[in-house]
């Protein structure tokens, strides 16, 4: 989206030690920076590459929308995503809480209205007319509401968010889904 050059590393997520050796610690994504800084983090990552490449901006210019946008990835990042963890780390219980499960389950799907009512704006989440750190925070995560996970995927993190975000009565949330499963993911 920034115009900018790099190198993926795929990981083989039952052996990490290949991210340890980089950054300290195993967990995905983590930019290793042409003058060998590490950054840990995907919202850390995107505010590091946003603060270096302003342009085209992911977070909005105006002190307030950008305070606003700030409240929604750290909500996303400490709230929405606990539902769908506590979901696989319950069900690998020997006996799993069956109405804790209901509950983060329901809680997980009834999400999607939230962000059915942000895209009654605009084609983005923010009602932006571009794409904000807000999409790309949440598309990795939301895209399973119309895409079902690739076949020989067997994270169960994702088997968890298509089997209680999956679709067909969210067209505003399929559509943006759509637009942003053609923007490019990853260097050629």
């Given amino acids: 989206y920034k115009g900018l050059d790099a190198e993926a590393v795929d990981v083989d997520p039952a052996n990490r030690s290949l991210v340890e050796q980089v950054s300290g610690q195993p967990l995905t994504p983590v930019l290793e920076a042409d003058d060998g800084e590490v950054i840990a983090d995907s ?3 995107l505010e590091w590459l946003e603060e270096r490449h302003p342009d085209p901006p992911l977070y909005p210019s105006v002190p307030a929308v950008r305070a606003a ?14 539902p769908p963890n506590l979901i696989v780390a319950e069900r690998e219980k020997p006996q799993p809480d069956r109405a804790a499960l209901a509950a983060w389950g329901s809680e997980l799907a009834a999400s999607r209205e939230r962000f059915e009512a942000l895209l009654t704006l605009g084609d983005y989440l923010l009602g932006s007319p571009a794409l904000t750190v807000v999409d790309v925070i949440a598309f990795p995560f939301l895209k399973y509401a119309a895409l079902a996970p690739d076949p ?12 209680h975000l999956a679709t067909t009565s969210h067209p505003l949330l399929l559509g943006w889904i759509a637009r942003m499963d053609q923007l490019p993911r990853r260097p050629a």
């Avoid at 020989?152 to 089997?163: I, K, N, R, S």
């Fill in 43 to 45: 919202t850390t990552i």
């Fill in 152 to 163: 020989a995927d067997t994270d169960p993190f994702h088997a968890v968010l298509y089997e």
């Fill in 69 to 82: 946008t700030e409240l929604i990835v750290d909500w996303f990042n400490r709230v929405w995503k606990a």
